[in-house]
């Protein structure tokens, strides 16, 4: 089954791509998540960011995002807030990495002059001249006095403000997640120039506790068409069979969260979202067993493979279920891992095939044969395997840009 009619919907209006790897995901700042946004801006707009959490990485970053990203240390805490808040991102025993929640307690304060916030480049394909609206997700208290100065300005000289609602209170006297977007007209002024929004206006005014916040996004509100990434869940060294875990562990609130900002945004009368997953490397090592309805004890068989694709596919359906949604909605395209060898490793062969006769049975699945459209010599030679070839399970950032060109042809 072709992905054109899905991609090409991109092309009467907007759609949403969600990531989910291992460490090709995002690799020292690129990636997938840079891969497949660089080649997707060579064919398509770009109408929004990735939803992108404050404290990423535990307040450390992680490079999510093409020519966009947090900025910031580690700001107030990644657990604790209230039961009623603390569901919008409880991972339970999982991860759902590198996004995590900020949290400050009452009596607790951040100064304003701390970097924090959404920071869009100058050569960022959402066109920082265009009318931009930034998003930030924060929850609202029963009691105390909370409040915040959300702010949006250049982020180079001249630092002109772009929007200051002014303070907002975060006593509501109820527990609610609320959205604040700060508007920019457009402007060619702006035109290659870096800007961002921020959860304080700097040097003016800090935040008070009690204060939470989930994720921020900046939108392209003049563009109806087009296509949005974001990493949903990237996993160094794990397999499939854990990133079906996270989700199965993620609450039904945190993922509910997640995708209803994405459906809600593209503002279509069926909203389509891509559920792109690349695995294999590591499932190669795996020996638990798999944690889909099969649940299959030789955790590095392409059976267990599969069904931990399957875990993948159901919870996220069981979302759409829970709320409501259609599933006519969502598209999966599974990549398994880039070639390592000529001929190929036997392994990651097996699970190519197997994928391929499980999607059949999808209504909407759809496979990425990455070994089809190039051999690891080619590889190799164009200078893509990471450490000049010595490091064939990753790749360099030019590799990750043209494997992501491949892909998107594919």
């Known amino acids: 089954m072709s992905l054109l009619p899905v991609f090409d919907l991109a092309r009467t209006q907007r759609i949403d791509i969600v990531g989910i790897g291992d460490s090709n995901q995002i690799l020292s700042g690129f990636g997938w998540d840079h891969g497949i946004q660089y080649a997707l801006s060579q064919h398509f707009p770009m109408w929004a960011t990735g939803l992108i959490s404050q404290n990423e990485n535990n307040g450390n970053g992680s490079g999510q995002g093409y020519l966009y990203n947090r900025s910031g240390s580690l700001i107030g805490a990644v657990s604790g807030a209230p039961a009623d808040l603390d569901k919008y991102l409880n991972k339970g025993s999982g991860s759902i990495f590198p996004a995590y929640y900020t949290y400050l ?62 303070a907002i209170s975060t006593n509501t006297g109820a527990y609610s997640l609320q959205k604040v977007t700060l508007s920019a007209t457009a402007s060619a002024a702006r035109a290659g120039k870096q800007i961002g929004m921020r959860w304080t206006r700097p040097s003016v005014q800090g935040i008070t506790g009690p204060f939470f916040c989930t994720y921020m996004r900046a939108r392209n509100t003049d563009r109806t068409t087009g296509i949005a990434y974001g990493t949903l869940e990237y996993r160094g060294g794990q397999s499939a069979r854990t990133m079906a875990y996270d989700l199965q562990q993620a609450s039904d609130d945190a993922l509910t969260h997640y995708f209803s900002i994405l459906r809600t945004d593209q503002q279509a009368v069926q909203p389509c979202i891509i559920i792109m997953v690349n695995s294999g490397l590591n499932d190669r090592n795996e020996t638990l067993t798999s944690v889909g309805p099969g649940a299959v004890a030789d955790g590095d068989s392409p059976e267990a493979f599969v069904d931990n694709c399957t875990a993948i596919v159901q919870r996220i359906q069981a979302i759409w279920t829970l709320n409501g949604w259609s599933q006519d909605e969502l598209n999966f395209v599974f990549m398994v891992s880039h070639p390592q060898s000529d001929p190929d490793d036997a392994e990651l062969i097996s699970y190519r095939t197997a994928i391929a006769t499980y999607v059949a049975t999808l209504d909407h699945g759809y496979t990425i044969d990455l070994a089809a459209k190039i051999t690891s010599a080619q590889m190799l030679a164009n200078g893509w395997y990471a450490s000049a070839g010595a490091d064939k399970a990753h790749m360099t950032q030019a590799g990750y840009e043209g494997m992501g060109r491949l892909a998107i042809a594919a």
Do not use: H
């Open 105 to 166: 307690a009452n009596g607790s304060s951040l100064g304003s002059t701390l970097a924090n916030g959404l920071v869009i480049t100058g050569a960022c394909p959402l066109d920082t001249s265009a009318a931009i609206a930034f998003d930030g997700y924060y929850g609202t208290f029963t009691t105390d006095a909370g409040q915040f100065r959300p702010f949006a300005r250049w982020e180079e000289t001249p630092f002109t403000t772009l929007a200051d609602p002014g």
